[in-house]
């Protein structure tokens, strides 16, 4: 969970959200981040799934994600743990 304890970036990223064995992708923007977890925003969070991977833009760096709060125009979601 996003929290004090984490340094957050508050810096708006742009980022993909995808799922469907790659076959279903979502734009999204990643409002907050820290190194455990991440707040985005979306139109509709309706059709996002409980679990997924996040591709941060330009560089296309993924991440496991397992959502953990959701409204109806963003998601926070915590990152797998590696290892």
């Given at each position: 969970m996003?929290?004090?304890t984490n340094p957050i970036s508050r810096q708006l990223r742009a980022a993909?959200?995808?799922f469907n064995e790659e076959s279903s992708v979502f734009?999204?923007?990643?409002?907050?981040?820290?190194d455990?977890?991440?707040l985005l925003q979306l139109g509709s969070t309706f059709a996002v799934?409980?679990?997924f991977v996040l591709e941060l833009k330009p560089f296309k760096e993924?991440?496991?994600c397992t959502v953990t709060r959701r409204t109806p125009d963003a998601i926070?979601?915590?990152f797998a743990?590696?290892?």
């Open positions: 996003l929290n004090q993909r959200i995808i734009d999204c923007i990643v409002r907050r981040m820290s455990d977890a991440a799934p409980h679990e993924r991440f496991q926070e979601v915590a743990r590696k290892g």
